[in-house]
């Protein structure tokens, strides 16, 4: 990591670190350089796995990314356009959306027919680049992302100056925003002895209308797929904080074992905030590749695997979080099998199949993975 | 089942090329075969009932009779050289009175061209094209070759088939003979006009003047007029060829404009002019003052003739058995050689060839051309290229662009016939059309070739090379796109044309491949050159991307710090500029100043390119006809 990165990583108030990027492209600029910036990589090859804090860090390795240079020019320009509305932000002491950063800073370019963002996927990554080359969350910049996600359970919070009764959210649930720091949520009380964590809004529902929570006393939480960073968060701290285990049902499919990885060791693109989001005492629930002959599923309910997640699988084979044992053992089982499993295919076993045998079975018996 | 009446309609309705017509004259049953179409054998060809003939089999019919033995026979009879001209013109080129222009003045600057060669002259050609009326015109072809000597006027212009290239194998313009006296007789078809020839063969004596008509029933010139001391004015010797014909004039694709202009870029020690009708004088200038080393004769070699030749040849040989026929007749086939031959046709060396020219000459071709047998290739010193640095001077001098090359391939060889390969690119330049297909020059043997493109190898192997590597724009299956002329040349012993109109180069796999090598050569240095062209303006859009991206960058710092925008901005746009300043190289470097000087040297020797522009567009009404 070059100094001046350090330096600029070492700053305290994010307003500063906006300030020293201007200062940095003046700088060059007078000494008839070409200006750049240090970004942190953010790839597989820039990040290591923790043995010891069993969660993905990332490296030192750092891309420059230059202004006079034809590939990386307009890059360049979007980062400072980022900057500068985050420095907006800041001023005015407004939060808000990365969607509404997008629309901030998009407009057309003087002179050219071109936009400086087509669309929000292009702006998304930018700030992903400026979040850890100036080393402040989005949330420090006063950016959120879209709410999604939603929890019940045994559990009373405050959410910006509201008490808010988790036992008592109809079948939508309370929904997660994606700022939940100590200013905006705070835990109350709490009965809950389990988190339980849901890929699918679906299933989630079934649960909540089972009131599976009420049952087993538990926090039911789902995050619509790949949990998003105030979902993350959350869980986070209710682990840390309430000392509740966590336990992970997802899709028996490469992509579920993904969702499970980035909720215990964090994930490779947001690397540099595993050690704020990263459960790494989570515990993988199901369903198994083991699951279809135990709990005796019909043949019809499989999918087969396509290249894509064979190839997926393969990958994750490969990753040092995924060495145990009885993860490789799962994994080859899934690709000796060559069929993956929703969630709702234990529905095939009856309606309330899920929350009434599958889950208290396994939790029961201690069916987990770890 | 029917057996049809064997009648005089269903013969003639067969294509020409596979059955010669009754009544043709003996000559052109001779005619040797087409690219890939052998010649049948012998019994086939007497078997065709001669006129006069009794025929045989017409009367034997199960069917309803149509019309009597003797009814085809007087039919039969009245068919002449001109209603066989007539009928089979398309062949010879003259199928429409577009082509037919064209044609005529193309035989007779071939014959012109030829004529000054075999003489050591440097070839200087005048055209002139006078309209008579909208559909009638008067071709003049004026050289100054070494005139022709009185009793062969006629033989030359009122006689078809005449001509000493019929059979020989060299490398020469023409192939069959065919051609001047052919325009002649589709004058005097049109018009009624005779052909008239002013020639001077002695720089002393005055010019001789003649008129022709060639008498169509007996294939025999006609004075119709002679005369001493005609007016000649220009070189000391020459021949002036006037035919009068029905015809239409038209500018484009297949104008004589273009004709002329590509006859001189593969003739560069050739001068042409033309006076067109409606006011066009142009010159194309020599670019070269060396005449071609004159082609050398060459014995056949055994795997480039067809069954139909070998028996001519077996035939009229002087040799008297099967050995000395084998070695004295054939280029490449030793004592040795022979051997191997007879005993694989199972045929004793001593046999008399002229007795096994019916019975065996199949046998002798399929040892011939057995896998069992090594025959060496044949010499190939016999070809006469036009050269690389001669082609590409001479489009430097015809064609105003911006970037050049050309090259010879070495000799090689396709079914025992020996050929050469060149290819020429002229890229770019103000009359040149970026947006449409390339321009594409065929060549074979210095003659171009304006008809059927697209049954030519030459045209094929240009869509098969991919000009994608060489930065040009191609799709699937085309001509690459751009502001470029190709050139291909094939020079040979044996040029193998798809027909007997000599417009298309047949698809032999060992011409096309060296077509593509000739190409991708020439493509390898168009690549080079274009991508020079391309880094310029490579540089200049990198310039434009950052000076468009710097206001915005000035912008946003502007609004994170407190920064002197103005400042900000002159120091970006100044190192901008220092990391583009290729883009500032005036286009085309090194070969851009080439151009100019060619450009200049173009002007001075009095060129006046043809325009380029206009003639890739439209024009294909007559294409393939």
Known sequence: ?370 | MIKKPKSGNIRKSKPVQEEPEPDMPAEIKAQPPVAKAPVGIPEAVDGIEEPGDKPKTSSRTLGARRATAVDLAKGQREISVSEFFMKNRHLLGFDSPRKALLTTIKEAVDNSLDACEEAGVLPHIDVTIKGISETRFRVIVQDNGPGIVKNQIGRIFGKLLYGSKFHRLKQSRGQQGIGISAAGMYGMLTTGKSVAITTKPHPAKPAHYCEIQIDSKKNEPQYLKEEDGHEWTGSPTGTRVEIELEAEYKKGKHSVNNYLQQTAIANPHATLSFKGPEGEDMEWTRSSDQLPPEPKEIKPHPRGIELGILIKMMKSTTARNMGGFLKKDFSRVSPAVAAQILAEAKIPATANPKRLAASNAEDVFKAINSEKIRIMAPPTNCISPIGGDLIEKSLRAQINAEFYCALSRPPAVYRGNPFQIEAGIAYGGPDADADSLVKVMRFANRVPLLYQPGGCAITQAIIETDWRNYHMSQSRGSLPAGPAVILVHLASVWVPFTSESKEAVAQYPEIRKEIKLALQECGRALGRFLSGKARVAYEAKRRKIFEIYIDELVEAAGAMARINRANLRKDLVGIAKSKTLDAETPSGGENGSEAEAAAAAGTAAGAKPAAFNGEAKGEADDEGA
Not at chain 1, 124 to 141: C, F, H, N, T, W
Not at chain 1, 347 to 367: C, D, R, W
């Open chain 1, 1 to 370: 990591m070059t100094k001046a990165l350090k330096k600029l990583r070492s700053m305290k108030d994010p307003a500063d670190k906006i300030r020293a990027m201007a200062d940095a492209l003046v700088r060059f600029a007078e000494k008839g350089e070409n200006p750049y910036l240090d970004i942190p990589s953010r790839t597989l090859s820039n990040v290591t796995f923790s043995d010891r804090d069993s969660i993905i860090k990332l490296g030192d390795e750092t891309q420059r990314r230059f202004f006079f240079n034809i590939g990386q020019a307009k890059k360049f320009m979007q980062t400072y356009l980022v900057a500068s509305g985050c420095s907006e932000l800041l001023k005015v002491r407004k939060t808000t959306s990365i969607r509404d950063l997008y629309y901030m800073t998009k407009h057309t370019i003087k002179d050219a027919r071109e936009e400086t963002f087509n669309d929000q996927k292009e702006s998304d990554p930018i700030i992903e680049d400026l979040e850890v080359a100036l080393g402040s969350l989005r949330e420090e910049l006063n950016l959120f992302a879209s709410n999604r996600g939603a929890m019940v359970g045994n559990m009373t919070i405050w959410d910006s100056g509201d008490m808010i009764n988790l036992r008592k959210q109809g079948s939508g649930g309370w929904s997660v925003p994606s700022i939940v720091e100590e200013n905006v949520v705070r835990f109350k009380s709490c009965e809950a002895k389990f988190i339980l964590l849901v890929e699918k809004d679906a299933v989630w529902r079934r649960l909540n209308e089972d009131k599976f929570w009420k049952k087993h006393n538990c926090m039911l939480v789902h995050g619509q797929g790949m949990a998003p960073r105030g979902v993350r968060r959350l869980l986070y701290r209710m682990v840390n904080e309430l000392k509740l285990p966590l336990f992970v049902f997802v899709d028996n499919d490469p992509w579920g074992f993904y969702i499970y990885s980035v909720i215990k060791q964090g994930s490779i693109n947001l690397a540099f905030e595993s050690s704020r989001m990263a459960v790494p005492s989570a515990r993988f629930l199901g369903l198994s590749s083991y699951d279809k002959g135990k709990f005796k599923l019909p043949d019809n309910v499989s999918i087969s695997l396509n290249k894509e997640d064979r190839d997926r699988a393969k990958q994750i084979l490969e990753y040092p979080w995924f060495q145990k044992e009885e993860w490789q053992k799962e994994i080859k089982k899934m690709l000796k099998e060559g069929i993956k499993l929703e969630l709702e295919a234990l529905s095939a076993k009856g309606i309330s199949f899920v929350s009434e045998e599958y889950l208290p079975y396994k939790i029961k018996n201690k069916l987990w993975l770890n």
